[in-house]
């Protein structure tokens, strides 16, 4: 399985995440139920998934304040689709607290957009990673 696979992976499940409002007290079980359901058994997939939801968690209230900083004055962060939302926290949390080149995950967040969202997800979510990284001012060399 490829790296772009499990991130639209990683996608899926926070979207469902998104979708069913569940208690942090359920996330440990959700997780289990979604890598059991896409028969996963790759250790490194899992870690992958695991360790995502978690830090998305983790971190929750930064990526949300980091995307709504970057949206247009007259939009609020609940006028966002629960995709397009489910692609900024996944990218936003991978730019910021991984060490994966930010072109990677933008490039890879656009296409899951281009799949799973609207017609104009692929450049609203492009147009807020963009913004997000000159915000935080990350150079090509940081990463």
Do not use: C
Not at 11 to 22: A, G, P, V
């Amino acid at each position: 399985m490829t790296r772009t696979q499990t991130r639209e992976l990683a996608f899926e499940l926070i979207y469902s995440l998104e979708i069913q409002k569940i208690s942090l007290s359920e996330y440990e079980e959700q997780i289990n139920l979604f890598l059991n359901n896409k028969e996963i058994k790759i250790q490194k997939v899992e870690k992958y998934i695991k360790e995502t939801i978690n830090g998305i968690n983790e971190n929750k209230e930064e990526i949300l304040k980091l995307i709504s900083q970057n949206l247009n004055e007259k939009w609020h962060i609940k006028r966002i689709s629960k995709v397009n939302l489910a692609l900024l926290k996944l990218a936003v949390y991978e730019i910021v607290y991984t060490k994966v080149p930010y072109k990677v995950v933008i490039n890879e967040v656009v296409e899951i957009a281009k799949k799973y969202g609207d017609n104009n997800s692929s450049f609203f979510v492009n147009g807020i990673l963009a913004n997000i990284i000159k915000q935080l001012g990350i150079k090509d060399e940081e990463q």
